[in-house]
Nanobody
Framework: QVQLVESGGGLVQAGGSLRLSCAAS????????MGWFRQAPGKEREFVAA????????YYGHSVKGRFTISRDNAKNTVYLQMNSLKPEDTAVYYC??????????????????WGQGTQVTVSS
């Protein structure tokens, strides 16, 4: 069983930055693909970013590519999402997720077997 706890959300003005963190339990964190997803009210959950166990491979959703950066510190069992140049349309609940089976980062929410509780990010215009 893996527990994921997100932090770092909040209210920021458009153009600003936030860094989300996701702390994971478990001794095999470095084998998990880690991903970030988000869900805005009335919308489906959207893929944001994912990274392989080593951090050597990363993937980004089209709407955040070039503005967001996913990274991980396996010594701290933590994955990060650095969000720059934030826009009001980035407003959503952001979820951290772990995929304990695959080795290649996945953009499909259904392939992730562990989820955090989510952290709210609100970007004002």
């Amino acid at each position: 069983q893996v527990q994921l706890v997100e932090s770092g959300g909040g209210l920021v003005q458009a153009g600003g930055s936030l860094r989300l963190s996701c702390a994971a339990s478990g001794r095999t964190f470095n084998t998990y693909v880690m991903g970030w997803f988000r869900q805005a009210p009335g919308k489906e959950r959207e893929f944001v970013a994912a990274t392989s166990g080593s951090g050597g491979s990363t993937y980004y959703g089209h709407s955040v590519k070039g503005r967001f950066t996913i990274s991980r510190d396996n010594a701290k069992n933590t994955v990060y999402l650095q969000m720059n140049s934030l826009k009001p349309e980035d407003t959503a609940v952001y979820y951290c997720a772990a995929n304990s089976v695959q080795r290649i980062p996945s953009v499909v929410a259904g392939t992730y077997d562990y989820w955090g509780q989510g952290t709210q990010v609100t970007v004002s215009s």
